[in-house]
């Protein structure tokens, strides 16, 4: 079936640090590809997306490229700051009945000064 | 401001109680969504409403029943509320992608 696998984390890193968190999927057909972010007590908000293979999605400094031949969305990001800290969450959409979406485990991240 | 508002934020049941979580979207969207939130679990969709007047099981519906009253409003409930049901409940909707989310409503079965 479609699935979603990523880092679980946490991860810790220090301010400007350069950041990576791998995520990979398996699904039939051609899905869509997001990575979604929450940020403490509240609900998740879409940070980027990507819709066809060869894509770069990009929001706030964040990207990341949709690759087919690897099935792989890895979220990148030269430079963090503190306020990046939160959970992000990759997942893909795939149009059955409904628009079924599928979410990694999630990654926490905490960025220090 | 538009979105999707969930109550209550917070909430403390008995094992074998029930109650209703409410979500309404401001969006004029047609499908909605709920979701359980565990830790390491990711999302899991609860059920969803395709559209006004329709709703499916997805992937752990039992001990849930929902009711999609109108094209805002989509509601959960617990008819005999279990400590396994422990966790956080998330309400989204969208009119094609990407999903919109609720703040959630953290719930608590002792």
């Known amino acids: 079936g479609d699935s979603v696998t990523q880092m679980e984390g946490p991860v810790t890193l220090s301010e400007e640090a350069f950041l990576t968190i791998n995520c990979t999927y398996t699904a039939t057909g051609y899905p869509s590809l997001f990575w979604y972010v929450q940020y403490p007590g509240e609900g998740l908000q879409l940070l980027l997306k990507?819709?066809?293979?060869?894509d770069k999605g990009s929001n706030k400094g964040f990207e990341a490229t949709y690759r087919k031949e690897t099935t792989s969305f890895h979220l990148e990001k030269g430079s963090v700051q503190v306020s990046d800290s939160a959970v992000y969450f990759c997942?893909?959409?795939?149009?059955?009945?409904?628009?079924?979406?599928?979410f990694g485990p999630g990654t926490s991240l905490s960025v220090i000064p | 401001n538009a979105g999707v508002t969930q109550t209550p934020k917070f909430q403390v049941l008995k094992t074998g109680q029930s109650m209703t979580l409410q979500c309404a979207q401001d969006?004029?969207?047609?499908?909605m969504y709920w979701y359980r939130q565990d830790p390491g679990m990711g999302l899991r969709l609860i059920y969803y409403s395709a559209s006004e007047g329709t709703t499916d099981k997805g992937e752990v519906p039992n001990g849930y029943n929902v009711s999609r009253l109108n094209k805002r409003e989509f509601s959960l409930r617990l008819e005999s509320a279990a400590p396994s049901q422990t966790s956080v409940y998330f309400c989204a909707s969208h009119s094609g992608r990407p999903l919109h989310f609720g703040n959630g409503t953290r719930l608590t079965v002792t």
């Open positions: 990507a819709t066809k293979a060869d």
């Open positions: 969006m004029n969207h047609n499908s």
């Open positions: 997942a893909l959409s795939v149009k059955t009945s409904y628009d079924k979406v599928i």
